[in-house]
């Protein structure tokens, strides 16, 4: 009798709140209304994500999938209404990964969402459709229309900038499951990339819920409680539109000239993929960042088609769903001859000294060249940044590898190279406010070690376990190499390490943080996008500062000597035949990156395009990154584009400045915009 009267007291009295709960849930229903998502906006206030307002056609799958024929009559019904074919209709109603039938998988497209929710068929119908489904529910079971608001990307001044901005997306099942401060609800949308994804909890904002008790025949006998739905905030980003549109363009062009076969007086090349990235050197932020190949943040919202969703991720098409400016990660070449330069001071190295720069160097029984093979005797070593000279690189490094015991490293051992390269933040990410941003890679003494662990047995066996168009006599040597002492850097990697070849990689985005620090005296900026959020009615929330990860530890000495190495790339260089009559002084390094491996034509691949820049030389505010994949000579395809890039900013035409054309007449916004438009728009 005690056990019973405890349990009777627990049931009613201790646990009652989580039963009466239960109880309620059963006969209560939610009925939820979005809130409107809050724009993201350009530094100028200019919307880069709006919301669209337009009449939309929904299915509810887990109605019609009820009927006989698993509303395929519907369906057809539907479609003779909207003017296209079943195909179309059908597939937009699946679920992303459901099969398709074969008669319908060219046209397929697929939601990525819940079937318990109503999947949208067209965002654009007229009244006319809207109304004739409204009336004839019989006829259209399990269709809806209503008016709608759905994500829309204005492309403002004719930018893209799909890889920054990314896309929403429906509430998955997935995204049920997982664990959040608020609950999320079927009807819901969530960023799925990019600031959308990045500053979603801001964007969303909070849903109103009416919440109703119903009896056992679904019929509302009272109201709970209700809250109205609060709009999500504004997202202001340092991107200028205009700045991003040209910038855009200009890797367009770099790409098309690399292709024209019109630079360096050398054939076509691929040029399959590249990027652009300008950066305040004073703050970090993001002034523009472009990636090529993109796609159409739209697509998403109009509904993906299985051939859309394959080029997206296509190795033939180049991976368009990939942000080459952050996930990208290549070879840095001699724009990574920056760090050689304080190596080089650390281990003693006069600066200010001459070194022979021969068309060859030895090591061992293999030949290292200058690129193209060309030597110009004894030069300064700054003369040697300029031309960018690589055998100079490979001396030093081999002898530092020498000191260094070689196959053999010394407990103690310097290190310089490795060292200054890890000083500079080489195979760390950047800490940029974007999901899936790429680290690249350091390849020294410990990258080295656990390389070989994860790959001995494959080396060691490789004739039985590659492929036959990998089984060469160059390729098996290689094998055998790496399986014998693939675990230690030999002399080979380390001068190849001196002028940014090997393994070591990097992306764009870190390459624009280290000229940035270059050229701002020593300060590592987290780069940022996001510059301040705002409330729909305009007032400012918060300021998101810019954050200093760090100060380059190299001496003064040495930060001079590479102002006035790059200074002397551009006047004297490699980049000397771009930027003649450049009215405003720019510092810069280009970078030649040779690959090895075929392309999926069997053709071999060819050279990464870098420039790296920052100017004005004298006050720096903006760096400047290109680099165009498989696109030749840095000052060949990137070159020009850099210039025209400058060019747009300090609005320069010909030899003359005209202040009245500048993107920034007296440097980026310092002020957040807060008059801002509606943030829904009619179609």
């Known amino acids: 009798m005690i056990a019973l009267g405890g349990r009777l007291f627990y049931l009613q009295v201790a646990a009652a709140p989580k039963y009466k709960t239960a109880a309620l849930e059963i006969q209560s229903r939610n009925i939820v209304t979005p809130a409107i998502r809050g724009m993201i906006l350009d530094s100028s206030g200019k919307p880069l994500a709006v919301n669209q307002v337009g009449l939309v056609i929904t299915v509810d799958r887990s109605k019609i999938d009820g009927l006989k024929d698993k509303g395929e009559s519907v369906l057809r019904k539907l479609a003779r209404a909207?003017?296209?074919?079943?195909?179309?209709?059908?597939?937009?109603t699946r679920l992303c990964g459901e099969k398709v039938a074969p008669e319908l998988t060219g046209k397929a497209r697929c939601w990525n969402g819940s079937r318990y929710q109503p999947i949208p068929v067209t965002l654009t119908a007229t009244e006319d459709v809207a109304l004739q489904i409204a009336e004839h529910s019989e006829i259209y079971f399990g269709v809806e229309a209503s008016p709608q608001g759905f994500r829309f990307y204005p492309a403002p001044e004719g930018s893209n900038s799909a890889h920054v901005l990314g896309y929403v997306g429906p509430v998955s099942e997935n995204d049920l499951l997982k664990e959040r401060e608020r609950p999320l609800y079927v009807n819901e949308v969530l960023g799925k990339a990019g600031l959308e994804y990045q500053y979603?909890?801001?964007?969303?904002?909070?849903?109103?819920?009416?919440?109703?008790?119903?009896?056992?025949?679904?019929?509302?006998?009272?109201?709970?409680?209700?809250?109205a739905p609060i709009s999500g905030d504004h997202l202001v980003t340092s991107i200028d539109a205009k700045l991003q549109s040209v910038v855009e363009q200009q890797l367009l062009a770099a790409i098309a000239r690399a292709r024209g076969g019109s630079v360096d007086k050398k054939g076509a090349r691929k040029a399959d993929s590249g990027a652009a990235i300008v950066m305040d050197v004073k703050t970090g932020r993001i002034l523009a960042m472009a990636s090529y190949p993109t796609y159409d943040p739209n697509i998403w919202e109009n509904g993906i088609s299985q051939q859309q969703a394959s080029d997206l991720y296509s190795d033939a098409k180049s991976v368009p769903a990939l942000s080459r400016a952050l996930q990208g990660t290549f070879a840095p070449a001699s724009t990574f001859k920056v760090i050689s330069v304080v190596a080089a001071d650390?281990?003693?190295?006069?600066?200010?000294?001459?070194?022979?720069?021969?068309?060859?160097?030895?090591?061992?029984?293999?030949?290292?060249?200058?690129?193209?093979s060309k030597g110009v005797g004894r030069v300064k070593l700054e003369q040697g940044i300029a031309v960018s000279c690589d055998t100079l690189w490979y001396k030093i490094a081999f002898d530092q590898w020498i000191k260094d015991g070689g196959l053999k490293p010394k407990k103690n051992a310097n290190n310089y190279f490795y060292a200054a390269a890890k000083d500079f933040r080489v195979g760390k990410k950047t800490g940029i406010d974007l999901p899936s941003e790429s680290s690249g890679r350091l390849a020294d003494r410990d990258w080295r070690a656990a390389w070989y662990e994860r790959n001995k047995n494959y080396f060691c066996n490789y004739q039985k376990r590659a492929s036959k168009s990998q089984l060469t006599p160059y390729l098996i040597a290689i094998a055998k190499e790496n399986c014998i002492d693939g675990d230690k850097v030999r002399a080979g990697d380390a001068v190849n390490f001196a002028i940014g070849q090997g393994d070591t990689t990097m992306t764009p985005l870190q390459m624009a943080q280290m000229y940035s620090a270059i050229a701002?005296?020593?300060?590592?900026?987290?780069?940022?996008?996001?510059?301040?959020?705002?409330?729909?009615?305009?007032?400012?929330?918060?300021?998101?500062?810019?954050?200093?990860?760090?100060?380059?530890?190299?001496?003064?000495?040495?930060?001079?000597?590479?102002?006035?190495?790059?200074?002397?790339?551009?006047?004297?260089g490699t980049a000397k035949w771009r930027f003649d009559g450049m009215?405003?002084?720019?510092?810069?390094?280009?970078?030649?990156?040779?690959?090895?491996?075929?392309?999926?034509?069997?053709?071999?691949?060819?050279?990464?395009?870098?420039?790296?820049?920052?100017?004005?030389?004298?006050?720096?505010r903006y760096a400047v990154v290109m680099m165009v994949s498989q696109g030749g000579t840095g000052s060949g395809a990137s070159g020009p584009s850099v210039r025209k890039i400058y060019e747009a900013i300090f609005g320069i035409e010909g030899s003359k400045i005209d202040n009245t054309k500048a993107i920034f007449p007296s440097g980026p916004p310092k002020v957040l915009p807060l008059k801002v438009k509606a943030n829904v728009i009619s179609e």
Do not use: M
Not at 202 to 214: Q, W
């Open 82 to 92: 909207l003017k296209v074919d079943y195909p179309s209709i059908y597939g937009k």
């Open 200 to 227: 979603d909890d801001l964007l969303r904002g909070t849903p109103g819920v009416k919440t109703i008790v119903v009896d056992r025949r679904e019929a509302a006998t009272s109201v709970l409680k209700e809250s």
């Open 346 to 372: 650390r281990a003693g190295y006069d600066l200010n000294g001459t070194y022979d720069c021969p068309a060859q160097f030895k090591v061992g029984n293999r030949i290292f060249n200058n690129y193209e």
């Open 520 to 572: 701002n005296g020593g300060t590592i900026w987290k780069p940022t996008v996001a510059w301040g959020i705002v409330t729909p009615a305009g007032e400012k929330v918060r300021v998101i500062t810019p954050e200093k990860l760090g100060k380059l530890p190299v001496t003064k000495r040495a930060l001079n000597f590479l102002h006035k190495a790059l200074r002397l790339v551009v006047t004297d």
């Open 583 to 620: 009215p405003v002084a720019i510092s810069a390094k280009t970078g030649t990156g040779e690959v090895y491996g075929k392309n999926l034509d069997g053709s071999f691949k060819d050279t990464t395009s870098w420039f790296a820049s920052y100017g004005p030389t004298e006050n720096p």
